[in-house]
C-alpha cells in the first residue's frame, strides 16, 4: 500500500514547509522511494493564478497548464516526482467541486456539510496520488495550525489513517523555537503549543523538525520530546542554512530522518547516497568566478515573485562554478534614472514576465541599455514583448510602437492579443497555459543552447509577437529563432549581431534544476561569465 506523509506547520507561517517537504522527497529517492508531491492550501480562490504576487509570490505553472503554488516549483527542482493539477488543491477547488456535486444531485437531496463532505473530497483528493507505483505520498498543508480555514484540511487528514490504517501514514509537523536575547536563550513553549494544537484534533506528530537560529542542545531536545509526546530521535533540528537552501537534504540525512521514516512506515529501501547532494553544496560554497546580474522587474520589493527565476540563476551559476550576484533594480525607478547609472557594472540584464503596463518603459530603457551596451540580454515573456517593441520603436522607426495590453489604440501594435484570446472575457485558467512545442532555427544561438531541433516549454500568457511585423524585424537584424511548430506563433527572438541577446515568450525558469541548469540560463550566465573576464582583462 501506498504509504502517506503529511507535513504541517505551527508557530507562525514561512517556516518553509514547501522547501522541507520537498527535501524529504529528496532524501526518499535517494533511497531508491517512489515519491508523489502535494500542496494542500487552505485559502478560498480556486487557483493561484489570480491572486497578486505581492500576496503570494510567482505562480507556479506545470506542464497541464495547472497554475499552482510557487512551493511546486520546490518539489520538482528538488525531486522528480511528476506534477499534474493534482498535486495542489485549494479550499475554493474542492468546494467548488462538492457545490457542482449538490447541483448536479450526487447527495440525493441530503444536507451538504463540512464533515463529511468537504472533508471526503480532501482525502479523495489526497489519495487520488496514490497506487501501484507509487511508494510514499507526501502531502504539505498550507498555513499554520490553528487557523481557522485550515481545520476541514486538517479533519481530514486526521481521518485518513483510520481509513488505510495509522502504520501508512506519518505525521510531521515543522515548528519554530526563537532566541530570545534579553534571555539568551532558546524558547521551546511556542512549539508546545503547536503540537497541543495539534492533538486537540486528533493528530499526534510522529516526528517534529524544529526550525531555529542557534543549536537546539540536547535539553532542548528532550524537553520538547517530553512535552510533545514524541521520541528524542524523532526531534530533528533545521537550523538557518547560510549558503543556499539545497543544504537541507543534506543536513535531515546527517540527522537521520531518512531511517527515521523508512522504519516507521516499515519501508524496503536501498541505502541512502547523497554523494550529488553533497557534490553540489561544495560547488555552491566554493564558486571559482562571480558575475553580477540585473533583473529589472516589476515586483521586485517581494522576492517570492520571481522565486524561479533567481533558483534558474543560481542554477546556472552552479554549473559555471560561479557565484551569481542579482542587482534587483525596480522597473519604475529606470523611468526616472539614467540606465547608465543605474545598470553601471552588470554582466547581464534579465527582464522577467509581468502584467499590466506600470514599469514597462522602464524595462523597454534596460532592454535598450543592454542591446547598444552590447550586455548579454535575458528577456523572458514580458521581456521578450518588451525586446520587440524596443526594436520596433528604435530600430524600424515605430516610435509609437506598443502592446495592445498597454497601448490599446496604438498604430503600430507589434505585440497584440492572441486569437485565441479575443473572445475570453473571465479570468483564472483562461491564458495560453503550460508545455507547448517550439521548433528552433537550425544554427540560431538558441538551438545551439539547447542542442535539439525542437523544445516543450511552459507558457502563461494572452498576448503575442505580431506576425504583421515579421519581415520588418527579419529586416532589422531580429531573428525569429523559436516557432510553433505550424509556424503561426513566435516564441523566441534573438540578435545574431549581438554578443548574447535572447528573448523567449515561455518561462525557462521553470523546467531548471540544481543539477541541470536550464540551457538558456546556462547560456546566459556563460555570456554574462566572458563579459566580465573580457572587462576585468581589459581594465588591467
Same mark, same amino acid.
Given at each position: 500500500m501506498t504509504k502517506h506523509i503529511f507535513v504541517t506547520g505551527g508557530v507562525v507561517s514561512s517556516l518553509g514547509k514547501g522547501l522541507t517537504s520537498a527535501s524529504i522527497g529528496a532524501i526518499l529517492e535517494r533511497r531508491g522511494l517512489r515519491v508523489r508531491m502535494q500542496k494542500l492550501d487552505p485559502y478560498i480562490n480556486v487557483d493561484p493564478g489570480t491572486m497578486s504576487p505581492y500576496q503570494h509570490g510567482?505562480?507556479? /505553472? $506545470? #506542464?497541464? =497548464?495547472a497554475e499552482t503554488d510557487l512551493d511546486l516549483g520546490h518539489y520538482e527542482r528538488f525531486t522528480n516526482s511528476p506534477l499534474s493539477r493534482d498535486s495542489n488543491y485549494t479550499s475554493g477547488r474542492i468546494y467548488l467541486k462538492v457545490i457542482e456535486k449538490e447541483r448536479q444531485g450526487k447527495y440525493l437531496g441530503g444536507t451538504v456539510q463540512v464533515v463529511p463532505h468537504i472533508t471526503d473530497e480532501i482525502k479523495a483528493? /489526497?489519495?487520488? $496520488?496514490? =497506487?501501484?507505483? /507509487?511508494?510514499v505520498v507526501i502531502t504539505e498543508l498550507g498555513g499554520t495550525v490553528g487557523d481557522i480555514e485550515g481545520l476541514p484540511f486538517l479533519e481530514a487528514i486526521r481521518q485518513i489513517?483510520? #481509513?488505510? =490504517?495509522?502504520?501508512?501514514? $506519518?505525521? /510531521?509537523? $515543522?515548528t519554530l523555537v526563537p532566541y530570545l536575547k534579553a534571555a539568551r536563550e532558546l524558547k521551546t513553549k511556542p512549539t508546545q503549543h503547536s503540537v497541543q494544537q495539534l492533538r486537540e484534533i486528533g493528530i499526534q506528530p510522529d516526528v517534529l523538525i524544529v526550525r531555529t537560529e542557534r543549536p537546539l542542545g540536547r535539553e532542548n531536545a528532550e524537553k520538547i520530546a517530553l512535552f510533545c509526546n514524541v521520541e528524542k530521535k524523532a526531534v530533528i533540528e533545521e537550523m538557518d542554512k547560510e549558503f543556499s537552501i539545497y543544504e537541507v537534504p543534506v543536513g535531515l540525512v546527517e540527522h537521520g530522518l531518512d531511517q527515521l521514516i523508512v522504519d516507521r512506515l516499515g519501508l524496503q529501501t536501498r541505502p541512502g547516497n547523497m554523494d550529488d547532494w553533497e557534490d553540489l553544496v561544495h560547488r555552491i560554497k566554493n564558486p571559482q568566478h562571480e558575475v553580477t546580474v540585473a533583473v529589472v522587474g516589476k515586483y521586485i520589493e517581494h522576492r517570492d515573485a520571481y522565486k524561479s527565476i533567481y533558483e534558474a540563476l543560481d542554477h546556472a551559476g552552479i554549473a559555471h562554478s560561479t557565484r551569481v550576484v542579482v542587482k534587483r533594480i525596480e522597473a519604475e525607478d529606470l523611468e526616472r534614472q539614467d540606465p547608465a547609472t543605474a545598470l553601471a557594472g552588470v554582466d547581464g540584464i534579465l527582464v522577467p514576465g509581468g502584467f499590466g503596463m506600470r514599469g514597462v518603459e522602464g524595462k523597454i530603457r534596460a532592454c535598450q541599455f543592454a542591446r547598444t551596451q552590447k550586455i548579454p540580454y535575458f528577456g523572458i515573456c514580458l521581456g521578450m514583448q518588451i525586446a520587440v517593441i524596443e526594436v520596433a520603436r528604435n530600430l524600424l522607426g515605430l516610435p509609437d510602437a506598443n502592446s495592445t495590453e498597454f497601448a490599446a489604440d496604438t498604430g503600430n501594435p507589434v505585440i497584440c492579443l492572441l486569437e485565441e484570446q479575443k473572445s475570453v472575457t473571465t479570468k483564472g485558467g483562461t491564458m495560453r497555459l503550460g508545455a507547448q512545442p517550439c521548433v528552433l532555427a537550425e544554427g540560431s544561438l538558441a538551438a545551439r543552447c539547447y542542442g535539439v531541433p525542437e523544445v516543450s516549454e511552459r507558457h502563461r500568457h494572452r498576448y503575442e509577437f505580431n506576425p504583421d511585423y515579421r519581415d520588418q524585424f527579419t529586416n532589422a537584424g531580429l531573428a525569429q529563432s523559436g516557432k510553433s511548430p505550424d509556424g503561426k506563433l513566435v516564441e523566441v527572438v534573438e540578435i545574431p549581431a549581438h554578443p548574447w541577446f535572447v528573448a523567449v515568450q515561455f518561462h525557462p525558469e521553470f523546467k531548471s534544476k540544481p543539477m541541470q541548469a536550464h540551457p538558456l540560463f546556462h547560456g546566459f550566465i556563460g555570456a554574462a561569465l566572458a563579459r566580465h573576464q573580457e572587462r576585468a582583462s581589459n581594465a588591467t
Open positions: 510567482e505562480v507556479y /505553472v $506545470l #506542464d497541464d =497548464g483528493s /489526497v489519495r487520488k $496520488l496514490a =497506487g501501484p507505483d /507509487v511508494d489513517p483510520l #481509513d488505510i =490504517g495509522r502504520e501508512n501514514c $506519518l505525521f /510531521v509537523h $515543522l
